[in-house]
Each structure stands twice: as structure tokens, then as C-alpha cells.
């Protein structure tokens, strides 16, 4: 184990990188079920979708009779939302575990299992969940606010598409498009930095939902030291940009069979031609399998990462590396 002590960018991401690769079959064992989970959760929901609302998946029925097929794509919608909440719960959960494997074996204070993990994190399952439904409620609120100026244009190039010149209609249009992207980047950003330690906080320190809701967001507050290196938002910012591209890059490649399977099938974004549609399963349930897999093996290393950033928090701020070396 290498001594803690506060680390610069590139360091921090090459001893997460590092820890990621000495223990991945550990790290994958771990991740393995949550993954399944996860899947099973979603394929659930599409079968369940389609049972229950097929109208949603009928671009005839979409476009002849869009009062019919509404309740239709509104209920596929909330089954579709709730898949992904519950998604992400899981994920949740599994970066707690992670986070126990991790950061006990990175602060040498023990050698934990996969098994060992798991029950960590099944121990913490109360906190992970009220914290998850605090940042949910809270995302919401964020996203409304952020959403505000592209609906006040949009609204705007309705009222002028109606009364008044086309051109300045297109152009609020576009305004409100570009105002919708330039939102859901911004709430995308802020998610990822705001919720970043929360996994850390809940497996290492374990307080309640509403401590753990306040300490992510003071740990990821703040300067660390002069200049704008030491600004802890932006150097989030730069982190979760750097791995997350890696993993974003490592992830395609891993989905690469699926989606080959998908456009040779006639795969697209239309309704009734997505991968579920036209894709048989005998050839989709194995290639999701292996997304599966692939993915258990890629997704420890983001929850390596957070794990190393929280723990040069709490070194540079706290003296972690002087309470961990007294007797």
C-alpha cells in the first residue's frame, strides 16, 4: 500500500487505474450481480411495456390515432422511469460495496471479499436509500430551474409561429433548443459533481440520509489549496471528464456487438424498430449478457476513481493520513 498523502490530477487517476487493474476479478465478482440485477430490471420493464401498453410501439397507431396511443407512451413512459430510478438505486448500492472493498484494502485496514462487501453495503441499504431519494428530489427541482429558459423560448416561438414572423419563430426555436442541450449538460455536470462522494460517504462514515446529502456536498465544496487548481469543483469537473470519456470509449467498444447485431437487423430509432423489436432473442439475450459482463469488469474503475478523490479530500482537509497512522 502506498502511503497517503495529498495527490495532483494525473497521480490520482494512475493509482486509481492501478488499483483498478491489480484487483478486477475481485472488483468484477463484486459487480457482477448488480449488473445482472440492473439488466433484469430493464428487460423487465420492456416486457412489461409492451404487455401492458403496445400502442407505444406502433408508429400507425402514433400517427393515426395520437389520442389512443397517448396513454399509451405516458404509461410506457412511467415504467420506463421507474426501470431507471431503480437502475440507479442499484448502482447506488453497488458503489457502496465497491467503496468498502476499496477503501479498506487502500487504507490497509483490511483484506475484504466480495462477500464482505456485499454485506457492507446490505448493512447501509436504509441510508443509501433515503440519501437516493433526497438527491433525486433535489435533481428535480435542479432540472426545472435549468429547463425554465428553453421553455419560456419555446413558448415564445409557439406565440410567434401563430402572430407574427416566421424567421423570428425559427430563430426563438433554435434559441430554445440550444437553451435545452446547454441545460441538460449543465444538470448532467452538476449531478456527477454534486452526488460524486456519496457512495464514500455512506460505506466509510455511515451517518443518516440527511448528514450524508450535506457532507457531499461540503467535501466537494470549496479550494484546496491557492489557484485554480485547488478549486475542488473544478477539479472534479476535469476528473469525471477524463474518466468519464475513458469509460465512455471502453463502453462502446464493449457494446460494439450489439449494436452491429442491431443495424444489421434493421435496428433505429423509430417505434417498433428498436433492438427489442427486431433483434431475435436468441441472439440479443446472449450479446446482452456479455454488455453485462463487460460492463462489471469497466464500471468498478469510475467507483475506484471517487473512492481515491474522497480519500485525498479527507487527507488534504481532514488529516486522514495522521489519524490512520496513529496507533
Known amino acids: 500500500m502506498n502511503p497517503l498523502r495529498p495527490l495532483g490530477l494525473g497521480e490520482l487517476i494512475d493509482r486509481a487505474v492501478n488499483f483498478w487493474r491489480a484487483h478486477w476479478k475481485a472488483l468484477f465478482q463484486l459487480m457482477l450481480g448488480f449488473q445482472l440485477v440492473e439488466v433484469t430490471v430493464l428487460a423487465a420493464a420492456q416486457g412489461l411495456g409492451r404487455v401492458l401498453f403496445p400502442l407505444a410501439r406502433d408508429p400507425d397507431a402514433i400517427k393515426n390515432a395520437p ?12 415504467i420506463f422511469t421507474v426501470a431507471v430510478l431503480s437502475s ?22 483490511g483484506q475484504p471479499n466480495a462477500g464482505d462487501a456485499f454485506r457492507h453495503a446490505a ?13 433525486m428530489g433535489w435533481t428535480l427541482v435542479v432540472m426545472v430551474l435549468l429547463m ?3 421553455l419560456g423560448l419555446g413558448a415564445g416561438a409557439v406565440a410567434l409561429s401563430v402572430s407574427g414572423p416566421r424567421s423570428a419563430a425559427a430563430a426563438l426555436g433554435i434559441l430554445a433548443a440550444l437553451a435545452l442541450i446547454l441545460g441538460s449538460v449543465v444538470l448532467m455536470v452538476w449531478f456527477a459533481i454534486r452526488f460524486i462522494l456519496v457512495s464514500q460517504i455512506i460505506a466509510i462514515e455511515s451517518p443518516g440520509a440527511v448528514a450524508t446529502f450535506r457532507r457531499a456536498n461540503a467535501l466537494s465544496s470549496g479550494r484546496v489549496y491557492e489557484g485554480p487548481g485547488g478549486i475542488v469543483k473544478l477539479r472534479l469537473t476535469v476528473l469525471v471528464t477524463i474518466v468519464g470519456l475513458v469509460l465512455v470509449i471502453m463502453s ?25 423489436d427486431v433483434v431475435p ?7 446482452q449478457l456479455v454488455q453485462s459482463v463487460l460492463g462489471a469488469v469497466l464500471s468498478p474503475l469510475y467507483v475506484v476513481f471517487q473512492t481515491f478523490f474522497y480519500t485525498d479530500m479527507r487527507v488534504r482537509r481532514e488529516g486522514l493520513d495522521l489519524e490512520l497512522a496513529l496507533p
Open 67 to 78: 389520442d389512443a396511443a397517448l396513454p399509451h407512451l405516458l404509461g410506457m413512459m412511467g
Open 88 to 109: 440507479l438505486l442499484v448502482a447506488q448500492v453497488a458503489g457502496v460495496a465497491t467503496t468498502h472493498f476499496s477503501f479498506t484494502r487502500l487504507t490497509g485496514k
Open 123 to 135: 448493512a447501509r441499504l436504509g441510508t443509501t436509500t433515503g440519501t437516493f431519494l433526497l438527491s
Open 148 to 150: 425554465l429558459p428553453s
Open 252 to 276: 462502446t467498444v464493449a457494446s460494439l456487438p450489439t449494436l452491429i447485431a442491431g443495424a444489421f437487423f434493421g435496428a433505429n430509432f423509430t417505434p417498433g424498430h428498436t433492438l427489442n
Open 281 to 287: 432473442l436468441w441472439v440479443l439475450l446472449p450479446l
